[in-house]
C-alpha cells in the first residue's frame, strides 16, 4: 500500500480523476449524469480504482448518481478481486439510506461534521472531521492513520473544487469527450468561490497528454512536481497495460 508520497505525510497520495466536455461540463443540464468515458477511459478509471485504497465522491454525487464506486472487474476482463473502501463527504448527513454506498458490501467512510445528528449503519465508519463541514485536510489526515494510502477522488464538482484549489491532490487527469454540452446549470469541473482576478487562479503543470478512443486524457500536478507523475503512476497501476491507442499520444 505504500507509495511515492509516504515521506510527505500525513495525507495520502491523491489522484483526482473525471471526465468532462470539451467546454468543461461534467453532466446536462441540473446536474442529469452524463456518460462521456469512451470504452478506452472507462477501462482506464476501472485500472485506476482498482489500484486505489479508498475512492472519495461528495454527497451531492450519491444523491444524483447512486454510484457502486465498485471496480467493474468486467471491463477488466478480469476475476472479481479487492474493492477499495467507499468515502462519501457528507457534512449534514443527506445520504439517503437506500444509497449503494451503504450496502455493506464494501467498506464504507462517512465524512461528516459535528452539526450532524445522522447516525449511519454499524459497518460503517463515520469519520467527523469539522465543525460545521468537513475538512478535507483533516479527513486526508484520518483517511491516512486509518492505512489508506491511495485515494482517488471522482467528484462532484465541489468536492473537486476544494481538493483542487487546496493542493491536496499529487495527480490530476481529466478525460475531454468531444463533444460541448453548454447552458448555465450544467455542472462545471469545478465551483466553490469567484476567481477574482488572474493573481487568484489555481495553476497546474500539463505531464501528459494522450488521445484515447475519440477524446484525450490530459494529466496534470502541481507547479514544481513532474518528476513524481511517473513514479505515482507506477505505484498506483504496477503493470501498466497496453492503450487501446498507444501511438496516440500528442
Known sequence: MGSPNDAQAPRPTVWVNCAASLDGRIAFAGGKPAALSGPEDLERVQRLRAGSDAILVGVGTIIEDDPSLRVHWELLGSPPGRNPARVVVDGSGRT?????????SIPAIIATSERSTRTFPSNVTVVVAGETRVDLGRLFEVLRELGIR???VEGGAQILSSVLRGGLFDVLSVYYAPVVIGGTTAPPVVSGPETPTLEDVTTFELVALEQLGTGYLASYTLPGRRG???????HWIPARPQ???PEGNL
Do not use: E, Q, T
Not at 96 to 104: K, Q, S
Open 150 to 152: 491511495k485515494l482517488m
Open 243 to 245: 492503450l487501446h491507442n
Open 96 to 104: 439517503p439510506p437506500n444509497a449503494r454506498v451503504l450496502d455493506g
Open 228 to 234: 513524481s507523475f511517473a513514479d505515482i503512476r507506477s
